[in-house]
């Protein structure tokens, strides 16, 4: 298992190396330059030609790549065009904000998502199953946007029992720990609730599909032929199979943990990746586009890795030597 | 304690401290003003800032050479004395002499001096740099090509000190009221590097406040500077800016009382604001924004590739672009859009420079019969009968393009679709992502666009309308005699004297249309009644920010 985790991740560097070539020509290519934003208003007018200077843009870009090659094999990723701050720096911030958010969101996902798909499954065709299966098409269908702004009016405005945005109340760098954590809980409930509650609604999806096919397999029928109680079987003999999917939906939802999601991020200001990712190619900031690849990369990489570990545990028909 | 127990307990606990917390903040939020922001500033060293947030916070952090206000009676900017205690121009108005005050000093006890002025200011002008403001320097002195700072700024002693410039013109003091920053903290600063120099994380200043946390993307806290003499330590205890984006959780946050100040309100949002929040004061900043559609007035293909100047194909002709203008519709899209909140726009003279107006001209009305009659003037005509007007085998149609997102120019784009649609011109409407379409507008790719201007608070429209290579001179317009009024204008010594030229480049601009000018938007800005003595005013929303106090919402503000 060891030499299969080391083979994989040696093979990873070549293809992150790839990725970030590709990233660096493509995003070049692309029309639109990053001191466009500033030829604007009361700017001086060349102020855009004498940035594009400083930044090294003029260089060709063969130029261009060796001094981003150079950089990045010392493990500097350069500095943000629009941030003025070290992409390392910037990374160092904003990923603690990103898992926070997106961490508790696929707990709220796989957690509920797998309940509501084993509630379903075995309660398959009953009123309870069509309520489930109304209010997970019902959840999977509503825009993050739309219910990230009614949560927004209606539980913050209106009742006032929660806040709208941010990760912090203004002025919570003063207050005790314990205090300053409850504030930063009351701040995640609405984004995460967001986040995690339509995925729930397709991963509960995925666990009724894939329950209701193993259960009707021979081994299960043996099991309760065996006079195994029902918890027996379904907990220990069906789920287990069962979550194969589940981990491969997982396994790819890895990326997401540092990835961030712009939408639920905007809507409710949170600092996190997908609107670091969103903004930066807006503003063809190169350095963060590059940067946040890279980490989407490494995810999808690691996702994919940890979902086929996952599989050895729970499938033993699986071995990797 | 079993695990349950001990989990029971721990949730009680956090409970009650949320309880109790809404009661402490109360009592910091009664010292503390909250003003929402959609973007972090991008750098809080004034010399390399470019963002409005930025300049908000520097007004605020540094000490002001001038104590400035916009007079909206007379339309002009008034210099009063700030760092700076008083002023005298000497060798025909080309040096200007400045007295320093004595006793401000920086956050770390060391006086600001002559030699901090100075410093800054090389600063400013240094190519390397790369200051959005480096223009204000251009009229100093330059050798070689390269800016002069020894020879532009003469030190007399700590409190004296001359700045010469090689001409006289109505913007020496306004150029001469950039932020000044420490020379003994930046001093061995890599100018190349300035930008991201780590001493701008901390920004050490002299002002009313200074900076005590900024949480990059999040919000910057500005706390009182007791130690303040420029003009005194300002009133609130402190003022968060929180990054808000998305304007819908802005006007939230406004709505529920969580942020004290914002900016835009949008006019659609008014009226419910006015009914269902009496403790939200609108207050409308006087218009220097205007949007407009940028005809090319010269053959892209011509400049481009032969850089040849010859008038384009389609809006060359001056009667076509008249046309154009009298063909759209600007009043129904004010009147859908910006209600109350916009006027038509004459020219780019801001009306607020009440002074420089030339009142004699009016918005051009909407008359489709009149632009039919320019176009036949102009030798276009259906004479195939295609429904398209065509002239030397060639059809009048173009793309209009437009900055993706924004609702209102979208709107303007369709209309003005529509309205060209009947008389016989076929318009394609196309959204492209802004930064694309800025970089296209710079490089006078596109025959038609939607764009918008920010006038600065002096009268200069040299960036306009000058030479044709200008970034500004979006559309390639060129005039002779608005090169020759230009000069006379910014050579005046006092601003009221160039009014008959700035009128007479208005006629020129109201007569040829080099773009259809379409209306001026008077922002809103949202203010809960909580927070007294605000300056909302054409300076900006932050305007002496140090006199803000927080008190009863219901009793009367100053503003």
């Known amino acids: 298992m060891f030499r299969y985790i080391v083979r994989r991740v040696m093979s990873a560097v070549p293809l992150l190396f790839g990725l970030l070539t590709f990233t660096f020509f493509i995003i070049r290519l692309a029309p639109g330059d990053p001191t466009a934003m500033y030829i604007r208003g009361d700017v001086d007018p060349h102020y855009a030609e004498q940035l594009r200077a400083t930044l090294g843009l003029n260089d060709p870009l063969p130029v261009q790549y060796v001094k981003w090659l150079r950089g990045v094999v010392s493990g500097e990723l350069g500095t943000s065009f629009s941030l003025n701050d070290e992409v390392v720096d910037i990374l160092a911030r904003t990923i603690p904000n990103t898992m926070l958010l997106t961490f508790f969101a696929l707990v709220l996902n796989f957690g509920i998502g797998i309940v509501l798909g084993v509630v379903s499954a075995l309660r398959r065709g009953k009123p309870v199953d069509h309520l489930l299966n109304v209010l997970a098409l019902f959840l999977y269908s509503i825009p993050e946007f739309w219910l990230g702004l009614m949560l927004i009016l209606g539980v913050s405005l209106n009742l006032d029992v929660l806040p709208a945005s941010g990760i912090h109340s203004p002025l919570a760098q003063f207050l005790p720990t314990w205090e300053y954590l409850w504030d930063l809980m009351q701040h995640m409930v609405l984004p995460v609730f967001v986040l995690g509650v339509a995925s729930a609604a397709a991963t509960g999806r995925y666990m009724r599909g894939s329950l209701l096919e193993v259960v009707q397999q021979d081994y299960i029928r043996t099991a309760r032929a065996k006079g195994l109680s029902e918890f027996v079987v379904i907990g220990k003999h069906a789920l287990r199979n069962a979550m194969i999917p589940i981990i491969t939906l997982f396994g790819l939802s890895l990326p997401f943990l540092l990835g961030g999601a712009v939408i639920v991020e905007t809507v409710f200001s949170w600092p996190g990746m997908g609107k670091l990712t969103v903004d930066a190619i807006f503003a063809r900031d190169y350095p963060v586009i590059i940067a946040c690849t890279l980490v989407s990369g490494v995810m999808v990489i690691v996702g994919n890795l940890v979902a086929d570990i996952l599989y050895a545990f729970v499938d033993p028909r699986i071995r990797y030597g | ?559």
């Not at chain 2, 007294?532 to 305007?543: A, C, E, R, V, Y």
């Open chain 2, 1 to 559: 304690m079993t695990p349950r127990l001990l989990f029971v307990s721990v949730l009680c606990c956090a409970m009650l401290i949320g309880c109790g917390k809404r009661s402490a903040d109360k009592d910091a939020m009664a010292e503390t003003a909250v003003v929402a922001i959609s973007g972090d500033a991008d750098n809080l060293n004034p010399v390399v800032a470019n963002t409005t947030v930025a300049s908000d916070i520097a007004s605020g952090v540094y000490p002001m050479m001038f104590d400035v206000e916009f007079d909206l009676r007379e339309g002009k900017l008034k210099f009063g004395p700030g760092l700076v205690t008083s002023w005298e121009f000497a060798n025909d108005g080309k040096d200007v002499i400045l007295h320093i005050r004595k006793d401000v000093r920086w956050e770390d006890g060391m006086p600001v001096t002559t030699e901090d002025i100075k410093f800054s200011y090389e600063l400013y002008g240094d190519p390397d740099v790369a200051s959005p403001r480096r223009n204000y320097v251009e009229s100093m002195i330059f050798t070689n090509g390269k800016f002069d700072i020894d020879r532009s700024v003469t030190i007399v002693d700590d409190t004296t000190m001359i700045f010469h410039f090689v001409k006289t013109y109505p913007l020496q003091l306004f150029h001469l009221n950039l932020s000044p920053i420490p020379k003994h903290v930046y001093h061995n600063a890599d100018r190349r590097t300035l930008r991201t120099n780590p001493a701008n994380e901390r920004a050490m200043g002299a002002g009313p406040f200074r900076l005590e946390e900024w949480v990059r993307q999040q919000q910057i806290t500005l706390v009182r500077n007791g130690k303040a003499a420029l003009p005194y330590p300002a009133k609130l205890e402190r003022v968060v800016f929180r990054v808000i984006s998305e304007p819908t959780t802005r006007l939230t946050e406004l709505k529920k009382g969580t942020v004290d100040l914002m900016r835009p309100v949008y006019p659609e949002d008014v009226k419910e604001i006015q009914e269902k929040n009496p403790d939200i004061k609108l207050i409308t900043l006087p218009p220097r924004n205007y949007d407009y559609i940028g005809w090319m007035n010269i053959d892209i293909e011509a400049y481009h590739n032969k850089k040849v100047i010859k008038p384009h194909p389609l809006f060359g002709d001056r009667r076509v672009r008249q046309a154009l203008t009298y063909g759209i519709d600007r009043r129904s899209i004010l009147r859908e859009k910006l209600q109350s909140y916009g006027e038509l726009a004459v020219t780019d003279f801001s009306p607020i420079f009440r002074w420089a107006i030339n009142k004699t001209l009016v918005p051009y009305p909407y008359d489709p019969e009149k632009a039919r009659q320019l176009l036949r003037l102009a030798g276009w005509s259906d004479s195939n009968g295609d429904g398209i007007l065509d002239k030397g085998g060639r059809n009048f149609e173009f793309t209009l393009y437009y900055n993706a997102g924004n609702k209102r120019r979208e709107y303007v784009a369709t209309v003005v679709q529509d309205n060209l649609k009947q008389l016989g011109i076929r318009c394609k409407i196309q959204a492209v992502e802004n930064i694309v379409l800025y970089q296209n507008i710079d490089e006078k790719k596109y025959d038609a666009f939607i764009d918008g201007f920010s006038v600065g608070l002096a009268i200069d429209p040299s960036d306009r309308w000058g030479d044709v290579m200008n970034p500004f001179n979006t559309v390639g317009f060129q005039n002779s005699r608005i090169a020759e009024l230009l000069k006379l204008g910014l050579h005046v010594q006092n601003e009221r004297e160039a009014g008959p030229f700035w009128m007479e480049i208005q006629s020129i601009l109201h007569q040829e249309q080099p773009v259809t000018f379409m209306y001026w938007v008077k922002e809103i800005v949202g203010v809960n009644r909580r927070l007294k003595n605000t300056n909302i005013n054409t300076l900006g929303i932050t305007d002496r920010m140090w006199d803000w106090t927080i008190g009863d919402p219901n009793t009367a503000m100053t503003q």
